[in-house]
Protein backbone atom coordinates (compact mmCIF):
# COMPACT_ATOMS: atom_id res chain seq x y z
CA UNK A 1 0.00 0.00 0.00
CA UNK A 2 1.06 3.62 -0.66
CA UNK A 3 2.17 4.87 2.40
CA UNK A 4 0.59 8.72 1.50
CA UNK A 5 0.00 11.49 4.06
CA UNK A 6 -3.64 12.51 3.31
CA UNK A 7 -4.70 15.82 4.87
CA UNK A 8 -8.35 15.97 5.03
CA UNK A 9 -9.25 20.05 5.10
CA UNK A 10 -12.99 21.24 4.92
CA UNK A 11 -13.60 24.10 2.49
CA UNK A 12 -16.56 26.00 2.08
CA UNK A 13 -17.94 25.52 -1.74
CA UNK A 14 -19.77 28.22 -3.44
CA UNK A 15 -22.68 26.23 -2.97
CA UNK A 16 -21.64 26.07 1.20
CA UNK A 17 -21.49 22.54 1.04
CA UNK A 18 -17.82 20.94 2.50
CA UNK A 19 -15.26 20.19 -0.27
CA UNK A 20 -12.58 17.16 0.86
CA UNK A 21 -8.61 18.80 0.16
CA UNK A 22 -6.05 16.14 -0.17
CA UNK A 23 -2.32 16.88 0.51
CA UNK A 24 0.44 14.37 -0.02
CA UNK A 25 3.11 16.70 0.91
CA UNK A 26 2.87 17.15 4.54
CA UNK A 27 5.23 14.58 5.47
CA UNK A 28 8.78 16.34 3.64
CA UNK A 29 11.64 17.24 5.15
CA UNK A 30 13.03 20.21 3.35
CA UNK A 31 16.77 19.60 4.54
CA UNK A 32 16.18 15.46 3.32
CA UNK A 33 15.26 16.86 -0.24
CA UNK A 34 18.08 15.85 -2.67
CA UNK A 35 20.02 19.25 -4.20
CA UNK A 36 18.60 19.51 -8.01
CA UNK A 37 22.01 19.19 -10.34
CA UNK A 38 23.14 21.58 -12.76
CA UNK A 39 23.05 20.86 -16.33
CA UNK A 40 26.66 21.88 -16.06
CA UNK A 41 27.79 19.14 -13.65
CA UNK A 42 30.01 17.13 -14.42
CA UNK A 43 28.67 13.68 -15.17
CA UNK A 44 25.62 12.51 -16.58
CA UNK A 45 22.36 13.34 -15.42
CA UNK A 46 19.05 11.72 -15.20
CA UNK A 47 15.53 13.73 -15.45
CA UNK A 48 12.06 12.79 -15.07
CA UNK A 49 8.11 13.12 -16.17
CA UNK A 50 5.85 14.86 -13.07
CA UNK A 51 4.26 11.78 -11.16
CA UNK A 52 3.47 13.00 -7.96
CA UNK A 53 4.70 15.56 -5.70
CA UNK A 54 7.77 17.80 -6.91
CA UNK A 55 9.75 16.71 -4.28
CA UNK A 56 9.06 13.52 -3.92
CA UNK A 57 10.03 12.79 -7.82
CA UNK A 58 13.17 14.17 -6.81
CA UNK A 59 14.25 12.47 -4.21
CA UNK A 60 13.15 9.16 -5.74
CA UNK A 61 14.74 9.59 -9.06
CA UNK A 62 18.13 11.37 -6.76
CA UNK A 63 18.48 7.86 -4.51
CA UNK A 64 18.20 5.81 -8.16
CA UNK A 65 20.84 8.35 -9.73
CA UNK A 66 23.06 7.74 -6.52
CA UNK A 67 22.31 3.65 -6.74
CA UNK A 68 23.47 4.09 -10.80
CA UNK A 69 26.51 5.58 -9.86
CA UNK A 70 27.33 2.96 -7.41
CA UNK A 71 27.03 0.02 -9.77
CA UNK A 72 28.65 1.73 -12.26
CA UNK A 73 31.14 3.76 -11.39
CA UNK A 74 29.53 6.37 -13.41
CA UNK A 75 28.93 9.81 -11.94
CA UNK A 76 25.09 10.24 -12.58
CA UNK A 77 22.97 12.54 -10.95
CA UNK A 78 19.49 13.67 -10.80
CA UNK A 79 18.19 16.97 -13.09
CA UNK A 80 15.53 19.11 -12.20
CA UNK A 81 14.48 22.44 -14.64
CA UNK A 82 13.80 25.10 -13.33
CA UNK A 83 12.14 26.58 -16.78
CA UNK A 84 8.26 26.11 -16.52
CA UNK A 85 7.96 26.43 -20.10
CA UNK A 86 9.84 22.87 -20.66
CA UNK A 87 9.56 19.74 -21.02
CA UNK A 88 11.29 16.41 -20.09
CA UNK A 89 11.26 15.54 -23.83
CA UNK A 90 13.13 19.30 -24.41
CA UNK A 91 15.70 18.73 -21.84
CA UNK A 92 16.40 14.70 -23.22
CA UNK A 93 16.68 16.03 -26.91
CA UNK A 94 18.57 19.43 -26.08
CA UNK A 95 21.21 17.62 -24.09
CA UNK A 96 20.35 18.76 -20.90
CA UNK A 97 20.03 15.40 -19.61
CA UNK A 98 21.19 12.11 -20.92
CA UNK A 99 18.76 9.54 -19.31
CA UNK A 100 15.22 10.09 -18.24
CA UNK A 101 12.50 8.37 -15.97
CA UNK A 102 9.07 8.81 -18.40
CA UNK A 103 6.17 7.46 -19.11
CA UNK A 104 4.79 6.13 -22.70
CA UNK A 105 4.15 9.19 -24.15
CA UNK A 106 6.98 11.59 -23.18
CA UNK A 107 9.18 8.77 -24.65
CA UNK A 108 7.36 8.52 -27.60
CA UNK A 109 7.46 11.69 -28.73
CA UNK A 110 11.32 11.64 -27.25
CA UNK A 111 11.90 8.91 -30.04
CA UNK A 112 9.99 10.56 -32.84
CA UNK A 113 11.91 14.32 -32.01
CA UNK A 114 15.34 12.77 -31.81
CA UNK A 115 15.58 9.36 -31.82
CA UNK A 116 15.73 8.56 -28.23
CA UNK A 117 16.18 4.94 -27.12
CA UNK A 118 13.94 2.94 -24.53
CA UNK A 119 16.19 0.97 -22.23
CA UNK A 120 14.11 -0.79 -19.35
CA UNK A 121 10.67 -0.18 -18.59
CA UNK A 122 9.27 -1.05 -14.84
CA UNK A 123 7.74 -3.72 -12.90
CA UNK A 124 4.76 -3.00 -10.97
CA UNK A 125 3.79 -4.87 -7.29
CA UNK A 126 2.20 -8.27 -9.29
CA UNK A 127 5.88 -8.11 -11.17
CA UNK A 128 3.96 -7.19 -14.53
CA UNK A 129 5.91 -5.16 -17.15
CA UNK A 130 2.22 -3.02 -17.77
CA UNK A 131 -0.01 -1.04 -16.25
CA UNK A 132 -2.84 0.67 -16.89
CA UNK A 133 -4.93 4.33 -16.05
CA UNK A 134 -8.31 4.75 -13.96
CA UNK A 135 -11.01 7.06 -14.25
CA UNK A 136 -12.13 8.31 -10.85
CA UNK A 137 -14.96 9.85 -9.53
CA UNK A 138 -16.06 11.58 -5.78
CA UNK A 139 -17.09 8.70 -3.27
CA UNK A 140 -20.62 10.11 -3.42
CA UNK A 141 -20.67 10.64 -7.53
CA UNK A 142 -23.98 9.22 -8.71
CA UNK A 143 -21.98 8.22 -12.07
CA UNK A 144 -21.96 4.77 -13.30
CA UNK A 145 -19.72 4.08 -16.02
CA UNK A 146 -17.32 6.24 -18.52
CA UNK A 147 -20.52 7.16 -21.22
CA UNK A 148 -21.97 8.92 -18.34
CA UNK A 149 -19.58 11.53 -18.10
CA UNK A 150 -20.74 13.36 -21.10
CA UNK A 151 -21.54 17.13 -19.89
CA UNK A 152 -20.06 16.94 -16.75
CA UNK A 153 -15.91 18.18 -15.85
CA UNK A 154 -13.05 15.90 -16.52
CA UNK A 155 -9.48 16.50 -15.04
CA UNK A 156 -6.47 15.09 -16.81
CA UNK A 157 -2.95 14.56 -15.04
CA UNK A 158 -0.31 16.37 -17.21
CA UNK A 159 -0.77 16.67 -20.88
CA UNK A 160 2.41 14.10 -22.09
CA UNK A 161 0.97 11.48 -19.11
CA UNK A 162 0.00 7.96 -20.42
CA UNK A 163 -1.91 7.37 -17.21
CA UNK A 164 -3.23 10.88 -16.93
CA UNK A 165 -3.79 11.87 -20.60
CA UNK A 166 -3.01 9.35 -22.77
CA UNK A 167 -4.74 5.66 -21.77
CA UNK A 168 -7.75 7.64 -20.44
CA UNK A 169 -8.39 9.46 -23.62
CA UNK A 170 -8.42 6.00 -25.24
CA UNK A 171 -11.09 5.30 -22.16
CA UNK A 172 -13.14 7.75 -23.33
CA UNK A 173 -13.31 7.22 -26.91
CA UNK A 174 -14.09 3.54 -26.78
CA UNK A 175 -16.71 4.80 -24.61
CA UNK A 176 -17.97 7.07 -27.22
CA UNK A 177 -17.56 10.28 -25.45
CA UNK A 178 -15.65 12.94 -27.46
CA UNK A 179 -13.69 15.95 -25.40
CA UNK A 180 -16.24 18.28 -26.83
CA UNK A 181 -19.08 16.19 -25.29
CA UNK A 182 -17.46 17.17 -21.53
CA UNK A 183 -18.75 20.24 -20.06
CA UNK A 184 -15.00 21.31 -19.17
CA UNK A 185 -11.79 19.69 -18.75
CA UNK A 186 -8.20 20.75 -17.85
CA UNK A 187 -4.71 19.60 -16.81
CA UNK A 188 -3.68 19.33 -13.71
CA UNK A 189 -0.29 18.83 -14.08
CA UNK A 190 0.28 15.62 -12.01
CA UNK A 191 -1.33 12.51 -10.74
CA UNK A 192 -2.12 14.26 -7.15
CA UNK A 193 -3.37 17.57 -8.15
CA UNK A 194 -5.87 15.16 -10.29
CA UNK A 195 -6.87 13.34 -7.45
CA UNK A 196 -7.24 16.74 -5.06
CA UNK A 197 -9.47 18.14 -8.14
CA UNK A 198 -11.77 15.11 -7.87
CA UNK A 199 -11.98 14.16 -4.13
CA UNK A 200 -12.41 17.41 -3.38
CA UNK A 201 -15.38 17.71 -5.68
CA UNK A 202 -14.06 20.51 -8.08
CA UNK A 203 -14.06 18.44 -11.05
CA UNK A 204 -16.78 15.41 -11.30
CA UNK A 205 -13.92 13.17 -12.82
CA UNK A 206 -10.06 12.73 -13.42
CA UNK A 207 -7.96 10.46 -15.10
CA UNK A 208 -5.19 8.80 -12.24
CA UNK A 209 -2.87 5.83 -12.30
CA UNK A 210 -4.07 2.61 -10.92
CA UNK A 211 -2.41 2.33 -7.94
CA UNK A 212 -2.72 5.72 -6.53
CA UNK A 213 -6.58 5.52 -7.46
CA UNK A 214 -6.97 2.01 -5.48
CA UNK A 215 -5.21 3.39 -2.79
CA UNK A 216 -7.63 6.47 -2.96
CA UNK A 217 -10.58 4.58 -3.16
CA UNK A 218 -9.40 1.96 -0.40
CA UNK A 219 -9.81 5.32 1.78
CA UNK A 220 -12.98 6.19 0.80
CA UNK A 221 -12.06 9.41 -1.07
CA UNK A 222 -12.92 8.71 -4.45
CA UNK A 223 -14.22 5.91 -6.35
CA UNK A 224 -13.28 4.20 -9.56
CA UNK A 225 -15.54 4.51 -12.24
CA UNK A 226 -13.47 1.82 -14.74
CA UNK A 227 -10.42 0.86 -14.97
CA UNK A 228 -8.37 0.59 -18.55
CA UNK A 229 -6.92 -2.54 -20.17
CA UNK A 230 -2.93 -3.46 -19.51
CA UNK A 231 -0.60 -1.52 -21.84
CA UNK A 232 3.74 -1.06 -21.44
CA UNK A 233 4.80 0.56 -18.46
CA UNK A 234 6.84 3.59 -17.86
CA UNK A 235 11.01 3.19 -18.43
CA UNK A 236 13.95 4.69 -18.40
CA UNK A 237 15.31 5.59 -21.65
CA UNK A 238 18.39 7.25 -23.25
CA UNK A 239 18.98 10.60 -25.20
CA UNK A 240 20.43 10.19 -28.49
CA UNK A 241 24.23 11.35 -28.26
CA UNK A 242 24.83 8.89 -24.92
CA UNK A 243 27.50 6.14 -26.20
CA UNK A 244 26.71 3.04 -27.05
CA UNK A 245 29.04 1.65 -24.12
CA UNK A 246 27.45 3.82 -21.97
CA UNK A 247 23.74 2.88 -22.34
CA UNK A 248 25.00 -0.60 -22.00
CA UNK A 249 26.19 -0.34 -18.89
CA UNK A 250 23.61 1.66 -17.12
CA UNK A 251 20.86 -0.80 -19.22
CA UNK A 252 23.12 -3.67 -17.30
CA UNK A 253 22.75 -2.19 -14.24
CA UNK A 254 19.09 -1.49 -13.76
CA UNK A 255 18.23 -5.01 -15.17
CA UNK A 256 19.79 -5.99 -12.04
CA UNK A 257 17.80 -3.51 -9.18
CA UNK A 258 16.59 -5.64 -6.37
CA UNK A 259 14.53 -2.81 -5.19
CA UNK A 260 12.29 -5.30 -2.66
CA UNK A 261 15.43 -6.67 -1.26
CA UNK A 262 19.06 -6.05 -1.39
CA UNK A 263 18.70 -2.49 -2.81
CA UNK A 264 15.79 -1.31 -0.72
CA UNK A 265 17.55 0.73 1.71
CA UNK A 266 19.24 2.72 -1.45
CA UNK A 267 16.46 3.53 -2.40
CA UNK A 268 14.00 6.86 -1.90
CA UNK A 269 9.77 5.03 -0.76
CA UNK A 270 11.12 3.35 -4.02
CA UNK A 271 7.27 1.52 -3.68
CA UNK A 272 5.99 4.14 -4.76
CA UNK A 273 7.46 4.56 -8.36
CA UNK A 274 6.05 2.90 -11.08
CA UNK A 275 8.70 0.72 -10.99
CA UNK A 276 8.47 -1.54 -7.74
CA UNK A 277 9.65 -4.69 -8.79
CA UNK A 278 12.51 -3.31 -10.92
CA UNK A 279 13.22 -3.32 -14.70
CA UNK A 280 12.79 -5.56 -17.77
CA UNK A 281 14.45 -5.20 -21.08
CA UNK A 282 12.29 -3.25 -23.52
CA UNK A 283 12.19 -2.54 -26.99
CA UNK A 284 10.23 0.31 -29.29
CA UNK A 285 8.04 -2.22 -30.83
CA UNK A 286 6.67 -2.61 -27.26
CA UNK A 287 5.07 0.55 -27.56
CA UNK A 288 3.38 0.27 -31.23
CA UNK A 289 0.06 0.05 -29.34
CA UNK A 290 0.26 3.24 -27.76
CA UNK A 291 2.29 4.74 -31.04
CA UNK A 292 -0.66 4.53 -32.96
CA UNK A 293 -3.17 6.32 -29.95
CA UNK A 294 -1.05 8.59 -29.49
CA UNK A 295 -1.34 9.71 -32.96
CA UNK A 296 -4.89 9.77 -33.18
CA UNK A 297 -5.50 11.99 -30.46
CA UNK A 298 -2.81 14.71 -31.56
CA UNK A 299 -0.04 13.61 -28.80
CA UNK A 300 2.52 13.05 -31.68
CA UNK A 301 2.53 14.22 -35.44
CA UNK A 302 1.23 12.19 -38.31
Known amino acids: MLPFLLLLLLVACQSGAPSLS ?41 SLANWLTHQTGLPISVYV ?26 YLQAHDLCGARI ?49 PRLMLQEAGVALEELRAYSF ?9 AVASGRYEAGALQDTLARELAQRGLVR ?18 V ?12 LTLDPAGRDAAALYQWERSEMPLGFVLASDEDYETL ?12
Open 22 to 62: VSLAGNLIESDLYPAASSQAAGWQIGFDRRLEPKEDVRQIA
Open 243 to 254: PEKTVALIQQAL
Open 81 to 106: SHNDGRTIVDDLCDGDVALAAVGTVS
Open 188 to 196: SGSHTAAAN
Open 119 to 167: LVRGRNGDGNDTYRAAIVVPADSPLQNVADLRQHTFVFGAPNSTQGHLI
Open 224 to 241: VLAYSGFYPASGIIAGPD
Open 291 to 302: RHVARTVGLLEP
